[in-house]
């Protein structure tokens, strides 16, 4: 290949570029490790440590705990002391890396990104042939990471901001109101609205029958079953009517067919009824995002999202980058005539859909 009119500082702030992101990508499985084995918990809130004080916390041998303090020392993960042989997790880091109640915990998703390697043959596949691959056909660690990526954002807005922000929903759900969370998956967003509002009555619906196994062992573990009924359902055929709340987390763009899913879901509520749709955060143009948030959203759509929409009827393909302007369209087509957005988060747009 020619190198003629190359611009050598263009070359190389892309080279520097390139090393950090595969240093960033060599270190995704360490932190799976800080993670399973505590090695990020063993340091919070404890100050400065050598690698053998991490090792004993942990009860992790110390000649990894040494090799893997210095992969997280040089990105940044922790602060590492030349004079003291010591490292410390920042409290700040430790919201992210230790807490997982906290809304800025991240290493669920890393669960996700285990498991698309594991599906590359698949992937290529569908690459080749333009056929979808259903969610369900993705490695088992695909559905158990998606929950823990969604659920700090959902538990830190969803009570507190979402639902709030919807035009007399809050009301409702406060004396009793029903509600259908469709495409719920591990049930954290209905688990969580269930806690919150004691008084109203849940029902869950996913198409996976795995999700919805392990969601009712969710809602036993927080005790709210009583007042949640999950059942394997599709988007486009969950039964009853006369809910006042029907809800999406993230999940209208992986459907085949969101128009024939908004129609329904319009079927389904009352005269009065809302529907809250909450997506990845997107603008309506490719320039928009890009950006950190929309890199991730682009590349999750490329694997997940696309793939799981193509495999289904229809196969309309939204995206998870689609943006307020085409949802408003598809939701348009399903028969609502007003839609606006409720509120937003730097993860999430938040929609509300009425008849």
């Avoid at 709210?224 to 809910?243: C, L, M, N, Q, S």
């Avoid at 799981?308 to 005539?337: I, K, N, P, W, Y």
Wanted: proline share 4%; net charge negative; with cysteine.
């Amino acid at each position: 290949m020619s190198t003629t009119g190359i611009d050598e500082a263009k070359l190389e702030a892309f080279m520097g570029q390139a090393v950090t992101d595969m240093g960033a990508i060599i270190s995704a499985p360490l932190m799976v490790i800080g993670e399973k084995l505590g090695l990020y918990r063993a340091m919070a809130h404890a100050g400065p440590l050598t690698s053998a004080e991490v090792a004993e916390r942990s009860g992790a041998a110390e000649r990894y705990v040494r090799e893997w303090l210095g992969n997280q020392a040089a990105g940044g993960y922790v602060i590492y002391d030349p004079e003291t042989d010591r490292y410390t997790l920042p409290d700040e880091h430790a919201l992210a890396l230790a807490d997982e109640d906290s809304p800025f915990y991240i290493l669920g998703v890393y669960d996700s990104v285990a498991s698309l390697y594991a599906d590359e043959e698949k992937l290529l596949d569908a690459f080749k042939s333009g056929d979808g691959m259903g969610w369900h056909e993705h490695d088992h660690r695909l559905f158990r990471g998606t929950e823990r990526f969604f659920r700090p954002g959902y538990r830190a807005h969803l009570v507190a901001e979402w639902i709030p922000a919807l035009d007399g929903v809050q009301e409702k759900l406060e004396k009793g109101a029903k509600v259908a969370d469709v495409g719920c998956g591990h049930g954290a967003s209905t688990i969580i609205m269930a806690e919150a509002f004691p008084n109203s009555e849940f029902f869950g619906f996913d198409y996976h029958a795995a999700s919805i196994e392990r969601a009712h062992e969710a809602a036993k573990e927080a005790g709210v079953d009583g007042r949640i009924t999950f059942a394997v359902d599709a988007a486009k055929e969950f039964p009853g009517r006369g809910y006042d709340l029907v809800c999406v987390f993230d999940c209208l763009h992986d459907m085949g067919d969101p128009v024939g899913a908004s129609r329904h879901v319009r079927q389904a509520l009352a005269d009065d009824g809302t529907w809250m749709i909450v997506e990845p955060f997107a603008g309506d143009s490719v320039e928009e995002n890009l950006n950190p948030v929309g890199r991730i959203f682009y590349g999750a759509s490329t694997v997940i999202c696309t793939p799981a929409s193509l495999d289904q009827e229809v196969g309309l393909a939204l995206g998870a980058q689609a943006g307020q302007a085409r949802l408003t369209e598809v939701l348009g087509e399903g028969g609502f005539t007003r839609v606006r957005r409720a509120t937003e988060t730097p993860f999430n747009l938040v929609l509300e859909a009425r008849p």
